[in-house]
């Protein structure tokens, strides 16, 4: 588990954001004040490689240049008290959980849950990826 120590993993979202918005050939993704909060209060139990890893896949990911809320796995918006209440960051959340059940009852078949979701494959695939899924 990371310390819990602000600063640090300040420093270090930042590093990793940016090493991966190099190897990506993209700007460094901006963080919105709740989800930079969100990644700040959070205990990281997989130690820095699960702060890489959840970079990696943020920048990977993050649509318009700038990484929200709704964008964060829902382990580390389990840990906020933040609440948002806007429109595209319910509808956000929404999909990943209906995606989240389907996948469960299809037995983790992403064919099949991609029929039953009357969508490609290919989004799937994606939509996984964005949602840590």
């Known amino acids: 588990m990371l310390q819990q120590n602000t600063a640090d993993i300040s420093e270090l979202l930042e590093h990793y954001l940016q090493h991966f918005a190099d190897k ?3 700007k ?3 963080l919105s004040t709740d989800a930079y909060q969100a990644l700040i209060n959070y205990s990281y139990p997989g130690n820095v490689r699960e702060l890489a890893n959840l970079c990696e896949a943020l920048v990977g990911l993050c ?6 809320l709704a964008d964060l796995p ?3 918006t389990a840990d906020t008290n933040v609440s948002s209440s ?3 960051t ?3 959340q929404s999909e990943k959980e209906i995606i989240r059940q389907t996948l469960k009852e299809c ?5 099949r849950c991609a029929k039953v979701l009357k969508i490609q494959r290919s989004t799937l695939y ?3 990826r964005k949602y840590g899924l």
């Open 74 to 76: 829902a382990r580390i």
């Open 24 to 26: 990506f050939q993209q």
């Open 126 to 128: 994606n939509k996984i």
């Open 86 to 88: 806007d429109l595209s």
């Open 28 to 30: 460094m993704p901006t």
């Open 90 to 92: 319910q509808t956000k």
């Open 107 to 111: 037995d983790g078949n992403k064919t």
């Open 63 to 68: 649509e318009n240049n700038r990484i929200t």
